[in-house]
T-cell receptor, first 118, second 111 residues
Protein backbone atom coordinates (compact mmCIF):
# COMPACT_ATOMS: atom_id res chain seq x y z
CA UNK A 1 0.00 0.00 0.00
CA UNK A 2 0.89 3.66 -0.05
CA UNK A 3 2.86 5.21 2.80
CA UNK A 4 2.34 8.53 4.50
CA UNK A 5 4.93 9.83 6.92
CA UNK A 6 4.86 12.62 9.47
CA UNK A 7 7.65 14.55 11.09
CA UNK A 8 8.25 14.99 13.92
CA UNK A 9 6.56 12.13 15.71
CA UNK A 10 6.69 14.03 18.99
CA UNK A 11 7.36 17.65 19.81
CA UNK A 12 7.40 19.61 23.04
CA UNK A 13 7.43 23.36 22.86
CA UNK A 14 6.97 26.39 25.05
CA UNK A 15 3.80 28.41 25.04
CA UNK A 16 3.90 31.17 22.46
CA UNK A 17 6.18 29.44 20.00
CA UNK A 18 5.23 28.05 16.59
CA UNK A 19 5.53 24.42 15.58
CA UNK A 20 5.62 22.99 12.06
CA UNK A 21 4.45 19.46 11.31
CA UNK A 22 5.23 17.83 7.98
CA UNK A 23 3.13 15.26 6.16
CA UNK A 24 4.64 13.43 3.20
CA UNK A 25 3.27 10.92 0.75
CA UNK A 26 6.31 8.73 0.18
CA UNK A 27 5.51 6.72 -2.92
CA UNK A 28 2.59 8.51 -4.49
CA UNK A 29 1.38 11.99 -5.27
CA UNK A 30 -1.34 13.70 -3.31
CA UNK A 31 -2.99 16.84 -4.62
CA UNK A 32 -5.19 16.74 -1.55
CA UNK A 33 -4.33 15.90 2.03
CA UNK A 34 -6.34 16.13 5.22
CA UNK A 35 -5.38 17.23 8.69
CA UNK A 36 -7.02 15.90 11.84
CA UNK A 37 -6.51 16.43 15.53
CA UNK A 38 -7.34 13.97 18.25
CA UNK A 39 -7.61 14.52 21.99
CA UNK A 40 -7.04 11.65 24.44
CA UNK A 41 -9.75 8.99 24.26
CA UNK A 42 -11.63 11.01 21.65
CA UNK A 43 -12.26 10.52 17.98
CA UNK A 44 -10.45 12.23 15.11
CA UNK A 45 -11.71 15.68 14.27
CA UNK A 46 -11.16 16.94 10.74
CA UNK A 47 -9.44 20.32 10.79
CA UNK A 48 -8.83 21.17 7.17
CA UNK A 49 -8.34 20.00 3.62
CA UNK A 50 -4.95 20.83 2.18
CA UNK A 51 -4.93 21.53 -1.56
CA UNK A 52 -1.75 21.54 -3.61
CA UNK A 53 -1.16 24.93 -5.16
CA UNK A 54 -4.14 26.62 -3.54
CA UNK A 55 -5.53 27.66 -0.19
CA UNK A 56 -6.58 25.13 2.37
CA UNK A 57 -10.23 24.63 3.21
CA UNK A 58 -10.89 24.79 6.94
CA UNK A 59 -13.69 23.12 8.85
CA UNK A 60 -16.07 25.26 10.83
CA UNK A 61 -14.58 26.46 14.07
CA UNK A 62 -10.95 25.93 13.07
CA UNK A 63 -8.92 29.14 13.07
CA UNK A 64 -7.04 29.43 9.81
CA UNK A 65 -4.62 32.01 11.23
CA UNK A 66 -3.85 29.69 14.09
CA UNK A 67 -3.32 26.57 12.03
CA UNK A 68 -1.44 27.50 8.88
CA UNK A 69 -1.45 24.92 6.11
CA UNK A 70 0.87 24.92 3.13
CA UNK A 71 0.74 22.31 0.38
CA UNK A 72 3.70 23.37 -1.72
CA UNK A 73 4.29 20.15 -3.63
CA UNK A 74 2.49 16.97 -4.65
CA UNK A 75 4.08 15.04 -1.81
CA UNK A 76 4.27 17.51 1.07
CA UNK A 77 1.79 19.35 3.23
CA UNK A 78 2.75 21.25 6.36
CA UNK A 79 0.69 22.31 9.34
CA UNK A 80 2.07 25.13 11.45
CA UNK A 81 0.56 25.72 14.86
CA UNK A 82 1.24 29.38 15.52
CA UNK A 83 1.62 30.90 18.96
CA UNK A 84 0.94 27.56 20.54
CA UNK A 85 -0.86 27.32 23.86
CA UNK A 86 -1.33 24.36 26.20
CA UNK A 87 -4.84 23.78 24.85
CA UNK A 88 -3.28 23.10 21.43
CA UNK A 89 -1.62 20.01 22.88
CA UNK A 90 -3.03 17.13 20.89
CA UNK A 91 -2.32 14.31 18.48
CA UNK A 92 -2.21 15.64 14.92
CA UNK A 93 -2.74 13.20 12.05
CA UNK A 94 -2.66 13.71 8.30
CA UNK A 95 -4.06 11.56 5.54
CA UNK A 96 -3.89 11.33 1.77
CA UNK A 97 -6.21 9.51 -0.64
CA UNK A 98 -4.74 6.56 -2.47
CA UNK A 99 -4.11 6.55 -6.19
CA UNK A 100 -4.56 4.03 -8.91
CA UNK A 101 -7.15 1.37 -9.47
CA UNK A 102 -6.35 -0.62 -6.37
CA UNK A 103 -5.90 2.10 -3.76
CA UNK A 104 -8.10 4.94 -4.97
CA UNK A 105 -10.94 4.09 -2.63
CA UNK A 106 -9.04 4.34 0.61
CA UNK A 107 -7.13 6.95 2.54
CA UNK A 108 -3.70 6.46 3.97
CA UNK A 109 -2.94 7.99 7.31
CA UNK A 110 0.31 9.17 8.76
CA UNK A 111 1.51 7.84 12.13
CA UNK A 112 0.60 11.09 13.86
CA UNK A 113 2.48 13.84 15.69
CA UNK A 114 2.04 14.30 19.40
CA UNK A 115 2.33 17.97 20.32
CA UNK A 116 2.79 19.02 23.92
CA UNK A 117 2.78 22.72 24.71
CA UNK A 118 4.17 23.65 28.10
CA UNK B 1 -21.63 15.33 12.18
CA UNK B 2 -20.97 11.65 11.86
CA UNK B 3 -23.78 9.71 10.22
CA UNK B 4 -23.15 6.46 12.04
CA UNK B 5 -23.74 5.05 15.51
CA UNK B 6 -21.67 2.30 17.06
CA UNK B 7 -21.50 0.71 20.50
CA UNK B 8 -18.75 2.41 22.49
CA UNK B 9 -16.99 -0.79 23.47
CA UNK B 10 -16.96 -4.54 22.89
CA UNK B 11 -14.97 -7.50 24.11
CA UNK B 12 -14.11 -10.66 22.24
CA UNK B 13 -12.11 -13.74 23.08
CA UNK B 14 -8.97 -14.44 21.09
CA UNK B 15 -9.63 -16.86 18.24
CA UNK B 16 -13.33 -16.07 18.11
CA UNK B 17 -15.12 -14.02 15.48
CA UNK B 18 -15.57 -10.37 16.40
CA UNK B 19 -18.79 -8.87 15.05
CA UNK B 20 -18.93 -5.09 15.15
CA UNK B 21 -22.29 -3.46 14.36
CA UNK B 22 -22.91 -0.06 12.85
CA UNK B 23 -26.13 1.84 12.23
CA UNK B 24 -26.31 4.28 9.34
CA UNK B 25 -30.03 4.78 8.88
CA UNK B 26 -29.67 8.05 6.94
CA UNK B 27 -27.22 6.73 4.38
CA UNK B 28 -27.72 8.07 0.87
CA UNK B 29 -27.88 5.96 -2.25
CA UNK B 30 -24.45 7.07 -3.43
CA UNK B 31 -22.69 6.63 -0.09
CA UNK B 32 -20.43 3.74 0.72
CA UNK B 33 -19.78 2.18 4.10
CA UNK B 34 -16.14 2.32 5.14
CA UNK B 35 -14.39 0.73 8.09
CA UNK B 36 -11.13 1.95 9.53
CA UNK B 37 -9.39 1.02 12.73
CA UNK B 38 -6.94 2.83 14.96
CA UNK B 39 -4.51 1.01 17.13
CA UNK B 40 -3.42 3.00 20.16
CA UNK B 41 -1.36 6.10 19.30
CA UNK B 42 -1.18 5.30 15.59
CA UNK B 43 -2.89 6.65 12.51
CA UNK B 44 -6.07 4.91 11.34
CA UNK B 45 -5.83 1.99 8.95
CA UNK B 46 -8.27 1.14 6.17
CA UNK B 47 -10.03 -2.20 6.56
CA UNK B 48 -12.79 -2.57 4.00
CA UNK B 49 -15.62 -0.78 2.26
CA UNK B 50 -18.83 -1.66 0.44
CA UNK B 51 -21.92 -0.25 -1.21
CA UNK B 52 -24.64 -2.85 -0.93
CA UNK B 53 -23.10 -6.24 -1.52
CA UNK B 54 -21.23 -8.13 1.13
CA UNK B 55 -17.49 -7.79 0.83
CA UNK B 56 -14.54 -9.82 2.03
CA UNK B 57 -10.83 -9.23 1.98
CA UNK B 58 -7.82 -10.61 3.79
CA UNK B 59 -8.62 -8.60 6.90
CA UNK B 60 -12.35 -8.81 7.37
CA UNK B 61 -15.83 -9.30 5.98
CA UNK B 62 -18.47 -6.63 5.66
CA UNK B 63 -22.14 -7.51 5.79
CA UNK B 64 -24.56 -4.77 4.72
CA UNK B 65 -28.28 -5.19 5.28
CA UNK B 66 -30.56 -5.13 2.30
CA UNK B 67 -32.00 -1.73 3.26
CA UNK B 68 -28.41 -0.48 3.82
CA UNK B 69 -29.34 1.04 7.15
CA UNK B 70 -26.87 -1.02 9.09
CA UNK B 71 -23.80 -3.15 8.63
CA UNK B 72 -21.54 -5.51 10.51
CA UNK B 73 -17.80 -5.83 10.32
CA UNK B 74 -16.59 -9.34 10.99
CA UNK B 75 -13.07 -10.24 12.04
CA UNK B 76 -13.23 -14.02 11.60
CA UNK B 77 -10.47 -15.08 13.97
CA UNK B 78 -9.61 -12.21 16.28
CA UNK B 79 -6.09 -11.91 17.63
CA UNK B 80 -4.68 -9.71 20.36
CA UNK B 81 -3.33 -7.40 17.66
CA UNK B 82 -6.88 -6.64 16.59
CA UNK B 83 -7.43 -4.66 19.79
CA UNK B 84 -8.20 -1.17 18.50
CA UNK B 85 -10.90 1.43 17.98
CA UNK B 86 -12.99 0.59 14.94
CA UNK B 87 -14.67 3.36 13.01
CA UNK B 88 -17.62 2.94 10.66
CA UNK B 89 -17.89 5.85 8.20
CA UNK B 90 -20.25 6.59 5.34
CA UNK B 91 -18.79 8.52 2.48
CA UNK B 92 -19.18 9.12 -1.20
CA UNK B 93 -16.34 7.73 -3.28
CA UNK B 94 -15.18 10.81 -5.09
CA UNK B 95 -11.46 10.62 -5.18
CA UNK B 96 -10.33 12.82 -2.33
CA UNK B 97 -13.44 12.62 -0.20
CA UNK B 98 -12.95 13.74 3.36
CA UNK B 99 -13.83 11.30 6.12
CA UNK B 100 -15.91 12.30 9.14
CA UNK B 101 -15.17 10.05 12.10
CA UNK B 102 -17.72 9.16 14.74
CA UNK B 103 -16.86 7.84 18.18
CA UNK B 104 -16.13 4.31 17.05
CA UNK B 105 -16.12 1.04 18.97
CA UNK B 106 -13.26 0.19 21.27
CA UNK B 107 -12.72 -3.53 20.66
CA UNK B 108 -10.70 -5.44 23.22
CA UNK B 109 -9.52 -8.93 22.38
CA UNK B 110 -8.98 -10.98 25.51
CA UNK B 111 -6.59 -13.94 25.73
Amino acid sequence: GAVVSQHPSRVICKSGTSVKIECRSLDFQATTMFWYRQFPKKSLMLMATSNEGSKATYEQGVEKDKFLINHASLTLSTLTVTSAHPEDSSFYICSAPGQGTYFRNEQFFGPGTRLTVL
Amino acid sequence: DAKTTQPPSMDCAEGRAANLPCNHSTISGNEYVYWYRQIHSQGPQYIIHGLKNNETNEMASLIITEDRKSSTLILPHATLRDTAVYYCIVSVIQGAQKLVFGQGTRLTINP
